[in-house]
């Protein structure tokens, strides 16, 4: 099944950066970052489709050794 | 008499043990090519002249007093800026770091130091090494010795354009999606890098913690071979750093690889490579088809979403590693690197974690198919390196991003973390270098070394140098 999608809107952007990540975009800069992003994100959810159920994530936690061992 | 910046690694060992020329003679001949080039080419972005020479002379005086010497004693090396180095600037290419001055080397020049090896200087690197043309950078783009109007590729580029110029014998290099290979085989060069965790990252400004990488580059395997050897083992100071017993990988250069299995994809790597590349690559690999490897055509699955995972791992990653100043410095950053920290805000946490999963999916596939071959070849990039400031190609009637191009055959060995070696095996109608990318099973870089060995002792695309 294809996972849905939306287009991500200007607003959105703005909100991101405003309100999330503590950035301002100027009017120019909200419009080049929609349209790179959307390109990306259409890249990105195709992952959401391929068969990744029982996978785990490659990340790996190392617990940390205290300094007596 | 030979010029003296055109030997390689061994033979200025043995010509340094047998009293031909000095470490002393041979330094200077380096500083005398940068001095003369780097202008030109803009690699050097710090020439360590006097301290240089000193090492020089204390290397020399070691060979006078005929101890036993360690095994880079007097070769002539210099850094991707993205190490640190004790004392000595080092700025990621940016303006953000342009006062840095650390107190420590990099684990890696530090080994490399412990082995004799001279440090000529800081070479130029695209930007934090967000980006594989090394254009971004404070110090200006760095410029391809074939053809100055070319990007060097990167982001290693100093150390790409360095070694082909010969303004060094060798460099450091690191590589998140291509930034040792793209740069080697932009600028006709053998650039490896290892398997993930096998050269220690501690000490190299992160662009991405699971998929950066650090390597030799070089003008031959066998010269990489000798950097490898002093690079490589256990770093309790990076959590990535592998246990894995280092071989001895100049003896494993035997160049028999007769029987050995190399497969070629059918898809993807060949699809969108310029036609010229494909020919030439193609004619590397009959080389090694008459020295008794076998081809074997294979299928990688899954490989075309690639791109799309390493994307969203690298724009999560950098952005996580930069949000701490990255607020407070938006203003000295370039505006294409900011602009990939600002983006990578926009990825979703589900989305990591999926491009994570995609890494052993991809890793499965390509494990299942190293039962059956030894090896993977591929052109080492799509295209050439192009001119500085084209943004967009046309590839077999395929518009795109040189930006997404580029990256295409290198960024998916570093989601897998294995070991790949780019090696120079002809040049475009314009006169731009062309690679072959050889990939291995995992710490098998005595393997891929010697495949390109084998490769080098039958061709001589690796010592053709640019006319300055």
Redesign the interface.
Same mark, same amino acid.
């Given at each position: 099944m294809k996972t849905s999608r939306k287009i991500?809107s200007k607003e959105t952007?703005t909100g991101? =950066?405003d309100e *999330? =990540?503590?950035?301002s975009?100027n009017r120019d800069e909200i419009d /080049?970052?929609s349209a790179?992003?959307e390109g990306?994100?259409e890249?990105?959810? /195709? *992952?959401?489709d @391929? #068969?990744?159920k029982d996978?785990? #994530?490659?990340? @790996?936690y190392?617990p940390i050794k205290s300094k007596k061992g | 008499m030979t010029d003296l910046t055109s030997y390689g690694v061994l033979d200025l060992l043995n010509g340094y043990k047998n009293g031909d020329f000095s470490p002393v003679e041979v330094t200077k001949s380096y500083l005398d090519r940068i001095d003369k080039y780097n202008d030109t080419l803009n690699a050097f972005v710090l020439v360590n002249k006097d301290e240089a020479l000193k090492q020089a002379q204390d290397a020399e005086a070691a060979y006078n007093s005929r101890t036993s010497t360690p095994s880079l004693l007097g070769i002539p090396l210099a850094h991707k800026d993205l190490y640190s180095t004790a004392n000595i600037r080092s700025t990621a290419g940016s303006r953000v770091l342009k006062d840095h001055v650390p107190t420590e080397d990099a684990t890696s020049i530090a080994l490399l130091t412990s082995h004799g090896a001279i440090n000529l200087g800081k070479l130029n690197t695209h930007e934090f090494a967000y980006g594989p043309t090394n254009e971004q950078s404070m110090f200006g783009s760095c410029l391809n010795p074939w053809n100055t109007e070319y990007f060097s590729g990167g982001s290693s580029g100093g150390s790409g354009a360095a070694v082909a110029a010969s303004l060094c014998l060798g460099a450091t290099g690191s590589d998140t999606g291509g930034s040792i290979r793209i740069p080697s085989a932009c600028c006709g060069i053998t650039g490896l890098k290892p398997t993930y965790g096998r050269i220690s990252r501690s000490g190299i400004v992160p662009l991405c913690w699971t998929m950066d990488h650090s390597g030799p580059m070089t003008r031959s395997a066998k010269d990489a071979a000798l950097m490898l050897q002093a690079m490589a083992g256990f770093d309790p100071k990076d959590s990535a750093s592998s246990q894995t017993v280092v071989p001895d990988y100049i003896n494993s250069l035997s160049g028999d690889i007769k029987g050995k299995k190399i497969g070629l994809p059918n898809r993807y790597f060949f699809d969108q490579a310029d036609e010229s590349i494909e020919e030439s690559v193609m004619q590397a690999l009959s080389v090694l088809e008459g020295l008794g490897a076998i081809l074997v055509p294979i299928d990688i699955k899954y490989i075309e979403h690639a791109a799309a995972a390493a994307l969203a791992i690298y724009l999560s990653e950098g952005t996580a590693f930069h949000d701490h100043g990255f607020n407070l410095n938006q203003s000295l950053y370039t505006d294409q690197v900011r602009g990939f920290l600002e983006l990578g805000n926009f990825i979703l946490a589900k989305d990591y974690i999926h491009a994570q999963r995609f890494r052993t999916l991809l890793g499965q596939e390509m494990a299942n198919l190293l039962d059956e071959v030894d090896y993977f070849a591929t052109p080492g990039l799509s295209l050439t390196a192009q001119k500085i400031g084209q943004e967009d190609i046309t590839i077999r009637g395929v518009d795109q991003t040189v930006f997404s191009a580029i990256l295409r055959n290198t960024e998916p060995f570093n989601l897998t973390g294995l070991p790949a070696i780019v090696m120079p095996c002809g040049f475009s109608n314009d006169g731009m270098p062309q690679s072959l990318q050889i990939v291995g099973r995992p710490f098998d870089e005595a393997g891929i070394l010697n495949v390109a060995h084998a490769y080098q002792e039958a061709s001589d695309w690796h010592l053709k140098k640019p006319i300055l």
């Open positions: 991500i952007i991101i =950066a *999330l =990540a503590d950035f975009l /080049s970052r790179v992003m990306i994100l890249n990105i959810t /195709s *992952l959401r @391929l #068969p990744l996978i785990e #994530p490659a990340l @790996l190392k | -």
